[in-house]
């Protein structure tokens, strides 16, 4: 036997999309609009110059961010 994980699903519903959708299908505007962008930056450019060039393509008054 490997080390193969099984997944057992006691129970499956589907939710009224009033009430949100799953991360995965939820379209970048409604992130937007409850304003949390979660960005994974690569090395190189600096945490301020990311929140710049966020702040123009997205034409936002302000902005922020914070480190791990």
């Known amino acids: ?3 193969e994980a099984e997944t057992i699903i006691k129970a499956e519903d589907v939710t009224d999309p009033k009430y949100g959708t799953k ?3 939820r379209p970048a505007g409604e ?3 409850h304003g949390v962008i979660n960005l ?3 090395a190189g450019p600096t945490s301020h ?9 997205m034409h936002l008054e302000s902005i922020g961010h914070g480190e791990p």
């Open 23 to 25: 991360p995965s299908d």
């Open 49 to 57: 110059e990311v929140a710049a060039w966020v702040k123009k393509i």
């Open 40 to 42: 994974d930056k690569t």
């Open 31 to 33: 992130y937007i609009s």
């Open 1 to 3: 036997m490997g080390n």
